[in-house]
């Protein structure tokens, strides 16, 4: 098992249909592996058009089964170009009941795992509840033949009970597919904000865990199905090391190839010096299993 490996961020926008994205995804995972890539991180949903802006029962008709017709072809490119690949699809699972779901494929065309998204959201222009149903896979990391990937799923970021508890099963890095962006209507230091909250509390995953992330975000503007309005993806995905210290980062405006070598065994020298694990006070946190201390 390889512990230096060289991890790949795919910015893409993915506002141009679903053969087109998908064309799209996998011309960026050839490049990448032309580029020696070991493992290759596409942003959430990559697949469609961020549907989730409104409630509409057609969007149901996106979904598709795990394993599934885009399994098969995202296998295949995952064997032929000898890298492992993380994609997040649209999962029918039974007739009314769908998830957000991360396939992760390994260098052979195998699926290594999945894990469906735990933490779902409901916001204007994010009514993600509506089609979604909350994970039912724990927080297991999926074993693969480059270490053990801790993946979640976007809105699983903001939660560090979710990073923790893939660091505690084993993880060797965090890798989040994610699809944020700007109400285009927001003051510009909202934005900022926003985006600088987003960064950080991921740099605190990596940081309180000793482990190194990887959050990939879709980029480009995408209206609203119902309105003239829509959503400003931010793009900025970045690769941090266990120490928070970033490795790679991308900007707001520009589709994108994100490279960072990851040496997995840094892990365990900067966990020798900061031994949070260690220290954690686990006959202390029970109340943590109670929705508020009131």
Request: hydrophobic share 40%; with cysteine; net charge negative.
């Amino acid at each position: 098992m390889k512990k230096t490996i060289i991890a790949c961020a795919v910015q893409q926008p993915c506002n141009r249909g679903r053969d087109t994205n998908l064309a799209y995804s996998i011309s960026q995972i050839e490049a990448a592996a032309q580029q020696n890539a070991d493992l290759v991180v596409l942003p959430e949903l990559h697949l469609d058009h961020y549907f989730c802006q409104n409630e509409d029962t057609a969007c149901f008709d996106l979904a598709q089964p795990v394993p599934g017709p885009t399994c098969e072809v995202l296998a295949k490119v995952a064997a032929d170009n000898n890298v492992v690949i993380v994609s997040t699809i649209f999962e029918r699972r039974a007739a009314g009941l769908y998830h957000n779901t991360a396939v992760v494929f390994d260098k052979d065309g195998s699926i290594a795992g999945t894990f469906r998204k735990m933490h779902i959201p409901d916001d204007p222009g994010f009514y993600e509840k509506f089609y979604f149903t909350p994970g039912d896979l724990g927080f297991r990391p999926i074993e693969t033949s480059i270490g053990k990937l801790g993946v979640l799923i976007c809105w699983d970021q903001w939660y560090p009970e979710a990073a923790r508890l893939m660091a505690l099963a084993g993880a060797e890095v965090l890798i989040y597919p994610t699809a944020i962006g700007w109400d285009p209507s927001d003051a510009a230091d909202e934005q900022q904000r926003q985006r600088d909250a987003w960064v950080t509390v991921q740099r605190g995953h990596a940081v309180a865990n000793g482990l190194p992330l990887i959050s990939c975000n879709r980029i480009g503007f995408e209206a609203a199905p119902d309105q003239a309005q829509g959503i400003q993806f931010w793009g900025n995905s970045f690769i941090a090391g266990p120490q928070g210290e970033i490795l790679a980062s991308a900007d707001d405006k520009q589709d994108l190839l994100l490279f960072a070598e990851l040496d997995l065994r840094r892990s365990e020298d900067v966990r020798r010096i900061w031994p949070f694990l260690r220290d954690r006070r686990i006959e202390a946190y029970q109340d943590l299993l109670r929705r508020y201390i009131d």
